[in-house]
Structure formats: C-alpha cells, structure tokens
C-alpha cells in the first residue's frame, strides 16, 4: 500500500463521511461530463446526457500543504451538512432552495467527486447576459424562510454571494449552492465569505458587532438580501 492510499484511509477517518470508492479513475469519470465552471477546490462538470445531473471534483494529493487538506476537509463536510439537511428536511418548501446532494464519492487516483442535481444558472451571469427573470416577492421570502430553517439548524453558510445563487427555471425557485464554507453556527468569522458581501460593521471591525454571538447569521442574512438587491 504506497502512501498516499494509507493518507487517504486515514483522511477519510477523520471526515466521518460516508464516501463510497468507485472502480473509475478520474479520466474514466469524466469521460462522461464537460467542465462548465471551476472554483478554488473542486472543478464542476454536468453530465452529457442527463443535464439534471452536476459533479465536483476535488484533488487529493499526497504532496499537499495541511492547510489544503484542511480546506479539502471543510469543503466535505460542508457538503455533507447540507445533504443532511436536505434528507432529514420534511418541509419540501425548504428544500427546493437547497441543491439535492446525491452522494459522496472517490476515484482509484485518489480524487473525490461530489455528485449534485444541477440547479440552473447562477444570477450573476443570468445579468451578466442580460436575461431578465421575474422573481416573484413570494420566492424571495420563501428564499429567505429557507434561510432562516438553516440557522434554527445551527448550520451557517458563511460564503452566500450571486454565484453561489441560482435560479431554478423548472422549479421557478432560487437555490443556494456551493456549500465549501458550510459549517455548524460558531463565532469564528475569520476566513468566511467574500468581501464585497460582507456587512459594513464587520469591513469597519465594529468592536460591538464583532462581541455579538452568532453574527455569523447576520452575515448569511446581509450577503443574501445584497444578493437580491437587483431583483427587489
């Protein structure tokens, strides 16, 4: 067994993850699905016969430095708190705002793949091309109830931003996406969200912000309603 298999064993140890091993290499995969976009940790491909159907795939290399193997392991569980949600969510009104995670998965080279439903085109290209979409009011605060659901979960989503919004066209419905910055609700803001989403009292490191609890909620809250400002 070479090295960076008994890594792998133990980092999946560590993620308390139910990641199940293919029998494909990350060649083989991705013989089936074209790249549409690609983030910080994970490149994102769409199937090409079944359009329903997203994967992002992560690299796992034995050379990397512990803070990339840790932003690797947030990015999972991140992931896997989200599709907790989604599973043990009853209120389907919920749940259309949430992307479907279908399943947690490695290759034979040692990669992972996180298989999603593909939840349509995020709002800032739908600007950036200029394809005008009504968002009725309803949506927008059935958005936000579903929003409100994550916090009374204790989950925050710390990095809510126009590309990580979507809008479902089937469905008529907005959904949240990329859940890499996903975690349990704590005080710990540092190295969450983008900048241009951030509130004014945390840019200006307001001392009486910063001692509030769960001002991380408040982040979610701000960054989403900025979100939407262009469809208010």
């Known amino acids: 067994m070479n090295i960076l298999n008994i890594l792998l064993i133990l980092f999946h140890q560590l993620l308390f993850i139910n990641i199940i091993k293919t029998n ?3 060649n083989d995969l991705l013989d089936d699905y074209f790249l549409i976009s690609v983030s910080i940790f994970g490149e994102i491909y769409i199937h090409h016969e079944n359009e329903d159907e997203v994967i992002k795939v992560i690299i796992f290399e034995s050379k990397s430095s512990n803070d990339y193997l840790q ?5 999972l569980s991140g992931y896997d708190l989200i599709k907790k949600f989604y599973d043990e969510e009853k209120n389907i009104i919920y749940r259309k705002n949430i992307c479907e995670i279908l399943g947690f998965y490695s290759t034979t080279d040692n990669h992972y793949y996180i298989k999603m439903r593909h939840c349509g085109q995020n709002i800032l290209d739908l600007i950036k091309n200029k394809e005008y979409i009504n968002i009725p009011w309803i949506e927008i605060k059935s958005f936000m109830n579903t929003l409100n659901a994550l916090h009374e979960n204790r989950i925050e989503l710390r990095d809510v931003k126009m590309p990580n919004i979507t809008w479902n066209e089937n469905l008529k419905c907005l959904v949240f996406i990329d ?6 609700i704590n005080d710990n803001i540092k190295d969450s969200g983008t900048g241009y989403y951030y509130s004014p009292y945390l840019i200006n490191n307001d001392k009486e912000y910063l001692n509030l609890k769960n001002k991380s909620i408040h982040e979610d809250r701000y960054s989403t309603l900025i979100s939407l400002l262009f469809f208010v």
């Open 24 to 26: 494909l290499s990350t």
């Open 71 to 75: 932003n690797v392991k947030r990015e």
């Open 179 to 184: 859940y890499g910055l996903t975690n349990k």
